[in-house]
């Protein structure tokens, strides 16, 4: 097979259902090869032209709380009093870099999700 880069929305495609078709091949086959060869140039097209965007920091907050089931008062240790936690799920108030610090360690959000500005939303 002569493998190509993906330069066009066609080359995606085509590249698609070409690894669907090999999607049962066995690892360190020829066609287990192939198959490994064409996910990763498709992964790369893929994040250069459809970049996933990551959430807004309250949207991602509010993921994690409903996730673990934590309640308002179970963010209070890492935000502040539940009128502070409130004022942050409401969009009021923006996160300190304390309480980045404190959510990033308890609850396992990615930094770079909660320095988001507000108007960062896309």
Do not use: C
């Amino acid at each position: 097979m002569d493998i190509k880069p993906i330069k066009t929305e066609a080359d995606h495609r085509e590249k698609l259902v070409i690894i669907d078709g090999l999607m049962m091949a066995k690892a360190d086959t020829p066609e287990g090869d192939t198959l490994d060869i064409l996910v990763t140039l498709v992964q790369a097209y893929e994040a250069k032209h459809d970049p996933l965007d990551s959430p807004p920091p309250v949207a991602a907050i509010k993921f994690e709380m409903e996730q673990k089931g934590l309640k308002v008062k179970d963010l209070v240790p890492m935000i502040g009093k539940p009128n502070r936690v409130y004022e942050i799920l409401n969009g009021k108030r923006s996160l300190t870099l304390k309480m980045i610090w404190n959510l990033h360690k308890e609850l396992g959000i990615p930094a770079e999700i909660l320095i988001k500005p507000p108007q960062a939303v896309n």
